[in-house]
């Protein structure tokens, strides 16, 4: 069965720095990636995805992601935070064919000023 | 903007009384699902829609049902809500073609209160 790792429950970053939150999964076949942020309170919204191709995506907010089939990792990045980027992440995995996503347990991102 | 819209966002119930919470949505996705989300923690599949068919997932409780009567409505029946069921409940949608099931568009959220 698929799963998903984030080894990270708290992560804080000063303003301005630059960020990776790690990510890995067990999946025996071609995974489908997603990365979604939630702020509290709020539903989830969705950063960026890798199907196939390219292994470093651009997402929105100015984030990025590199798959590493080796690894079985798909971390988030960000070169520069945002005080407005305090929220919690949550990496997930889905079936090539299926619908279920299988999330980590999330990352919590405090940036301080 | 294309959108998942859920209603109410916070609801407050009491113990044993039912409750039904409403999701819609202007994507016009074939997909439409369920979540719970408990404090700190990652949210849980209840059930999905293929159209309108029916996905339970195992270990979903039998206190909770779902309706979808349209393409653009689905909505989630809680018989008889304890305590337990206290969360954040997540409507979302996908699109699915030939068998790949595209990424996940989320509502809001209603965050459900059980007195």
């Known amino acids: 069965a698929q799963s998903v790792t984030q080894p990270d429950i708290h992560i804080t970053v000063s303003e301005g720095a630059s960020l990776e939150l790690r990510c890995n999964y067990s999946?025996?076949?071609?995974?489908?990636l997603f990365w979604y942020v939630q702020s509290p309170g709020q539903g989830l919204q969705l950063l960026l995805k890798y199907f196939s191709g390219d292994t470093l995506v651009q997402g929105i907010k100015g984030f990025e992601a590199e798959f590493k089939r080796s690894q079985s990792s798909f971390n988030l990045r960000k070169p520069s935070v945002h005080w407005s980027d305090a929220a919690e992440y949550f990496c997930a995995v889905g079936m090539e064919y299926g619908n279920k996503l299988v999330f980590g347990a999330g990352t919590i991102l405090r940036v301080k000023s | 903007d294309a959108m998942v819209i859920q209603n109410p966002r916070y609801q407050v119930t009491q113990f044993g009384k039912p409750v039904t919470l409403s999701c819609s949505q202007t994507l016009n996705h074939n997909v439409m699902y369920w979540y719970q989300q408990k404090s700190s923690q990652a949210p849980k599949l209840l059930f999905h829609?293929?159209?309108?068919?029916?996905?339970n997932e195992a270990d979903t409780p039998d206190n909770f049902q779902s309706r979808r009567p349209n393409t653009s409505f689905c909505f989630l029946d809680i018989r008889s809500p304890g305590l337990g069921d206290a969360a954040m409940y997540l409507c979302?949608?996908?699109?699915?073609?030939?068998?790949?099931?595209?990424?996940?568009?989320f509502g809001p959220g209603t965050r459900l209160t059980v007195t």
């Open positions: 979302a949608t996908s699109r699915e073609e030939a068998g790949i099931s595209y990424e996940q568009y």
């Open positions: 999946y025996g076949a071609t995974p489908y």
């Open positions: 829609y293929y159209d309108k068919d029916f996905n």
